[in-house]
């Protein structure tokens, strides 16, 4: 047989360390930053603090490179890089790397899952049989841990190629607060890559993925929507007569059963009273937000990332000086390092060095994308920097995105679990965007000051005769602003105001 020599070129798509950890440093809340970096300088001993540095204008400080080569990179948007060999791999950038909006989000910050959903008891059990019953234990195991770290300890036990878990892993990243998979596969495999067969390649292993993570604990996890999510859960239950009319219910009567239309239910299902009663009793031991268990016990102190002051008429947003941190290269390793025979991309300590530089360079990018995106949010809501939520306007992720040539996603981060102190109080970024209501005039009314309007309204309701949803929705016109009797109980719910029959004095 003759032997030859074969000269083949390929792409493939290759998630660096770099990149992987400017996504998750930009997600972070700023106690769980804290935690990372306390991490970090545990493992190396080249990164270090410093007291005096700058901290509105942070300034890392770091010793001199040996050559252009120790740092070479692929700048991103979030500060990611590449490593050495990243020639032979197509450029990701950290903010495409999936999108927390969903198409039935009201504004790309909400999302209504479906109107009656709540009326049914929350349940934190998955419905899957494995469980044990034991609630207190597993509620406290789910506070130390959030839902990604807890399908990451899953990831590691199970064997899978390189590529199907590569695509695994970033499904997981994609995950919402409440378990949901954010954006379609097309639309992460489009952020991940422009070249068509690419995307065709890497939708292959998404899809699979997919089939991983909606088999994964909690039950539920990684669905689409809420019919989906319950459709999950109950699969994972033995078969029954009344598992079936369930899954029937959830696949295409949502509607019916947040109705309570009992008579329409069995029409359409076949099933009789006892065994719908039956199929309604498991949908109500499901969770409809499989994620949330784990978010709940995060729970923690409020630290803001991000200052206004008004001075003047001037609005000036700085940095938070007790939550950003004063990092540099430690400089008695750093001048060891130099003084070893070979120089340091030789020495055992240079992959040390070369980890610390990444990791102030993306934590700096993220202060600075942090505080890139609380100006625009500034200037676009300069209102209620003056007279409150009553003056917000509408805005949108697509807006500041496209003001500071973002990716929609990273904007989604950026403001998730992110905090801005101001004159009115503490909030998160997440709540200075809101969908926009149609008025008479032809424009349009923020969400969010509607539902300050309806708070207002409620307070000042005589106690005697407490106003209905109705009566509400008829104020509102008055105010030339149009909106439907469900929507104001959509947001007088979310204002946690009981509806008008029990706030009525016995």
Request: charged share 25%; hydrophobic share 40%; proline share 4%.
């Amino acid at each position: 047989m003759k032997q030859s020599l074969q000269l083949r070129l390929s792409q493939h798509l290759s998630l660096t360390p770099q990149l992987q950890q400017s996504i998750r440093l930009l997600q972070l809340s700023t106690l769980e930053l804290n935690q990372e970096i306390e991490q970090m300088m545990a493992q190396n001993p080249l990164l270090d603090t410093e007291d005096d540095i700058s901290v509105a204008a942070p300034e890392i400080s770091e010793p001199p490179r040996a050559s252009a080569s120790d740092d070479s990179s692929a700048d991103t948007e979030l500060g990611g890089g590449a490593d050495a060999d990243a020639e032979s791999t197509p450029e990701l950038r950290a903010e495409d790397f999936g999108s927390t909006e969903r198409d039935d989000w009201e504004n790309g910050t909400e999302r209504d899952d479906f109107d009656g959903i709540r009326e049914l008891p929350s349940n934190h059990n998955s419905g899957s049989a494995s469980n044990d019953g034991d609630d207190d234990r597993s509620e406290q195991e789910f506070a130390e841990i959030s839902l990604q770290e807890h399908l990451n300890q899953q990831l590691a036990g199970m064997h899978l190629s390189q590529a199907d878990r590569m695509a695994l892993q970033v499904l997981i990243e994609s995950l919402g607060e409440d378990g949901y998979l954010e954006d379609t596969l097309e639309d992460i495999a489009q952020a991940l890559t422009s070249d068509a067969e690419e995307q065709e390649e890497l939708l292959d292993h998404l899809r699979i993925a997919l089939k991983w993570l909606q088999n994964m604990d909690p039950g539920g996890v990684g669905a689409r929507d809420l019919a989906e999510c319950l459709t999950l859960q109950l699969r994972a239950l033995p078969r029954s007569p009344a598992q079936v009319i369930a899954i029937l219910i959830c696949k295409s009567h949502l509607e019916l059963l947040a109705k309570r239309d009992s008579k329409k239910l069995m029409a359409l299902t076949g099933a009789d009273e006892p065994l719908l009663r039956e199929a309604q009793a498991l949908i109500r031991a499901l969770d409809p937000k499989p994620g949330r268990r784990f978010a709940q016990g995060q729970s923690q102190a409020v630290i803001p990332d991000v200052i206004v002051r008004k001075v003047g008429r001037e609005l000036r947003v700085m940095l938070n000086p007790e939550v950003a941190p004063k990092l540099r290269i430690n400089e008695m390793y750093a001048n060891a390092l130099r003084q070893t025979r070979g120089g340091i991309s030789n020495s055992a300590l240079g992959g040390q060095l070369q980890e610390a530089r990444w990791f102030i360079k993306n934590i700096q990018q993220r202060f600075d994308t942090i505080l890139r995106v609380s100006k625009a949010i500034v200037e676009r809501q300069k209102g209620f920097f003056t007279h409150g939520a009553l003056a917000m306007k509408p805005l949108v992720l697509r807006e500041i995105a496209d003001e500071l040539g973002l990716h929609e996603s990273t904007i989604s981060r950026v403001t998730t679990a992110k905090y801005m102190a101001t004159t009115f109080g503490t909030f998160e970024l997440k709540y200075f965007f809101g969908s926009g209501l149609s008025t008479e005039a032809g424009g349009n009314a923020s969400s969010t000051a509607v539902r300050a309007l309806i708070k207002q309204f409620v307070e000042a309701e005589a106690p005697n005769k407490p106003l209905s949803d109705s009566a509400l929705a008829s104020m509102l016109e008055e105010q030339g602003i149009q909106v439907a009797r469900r929507t104001v109980a959509k947001y007088r719910e979310a204002l946690k105001i009981a509806p008008a029959n029990l706030r009525k004095p016995c």
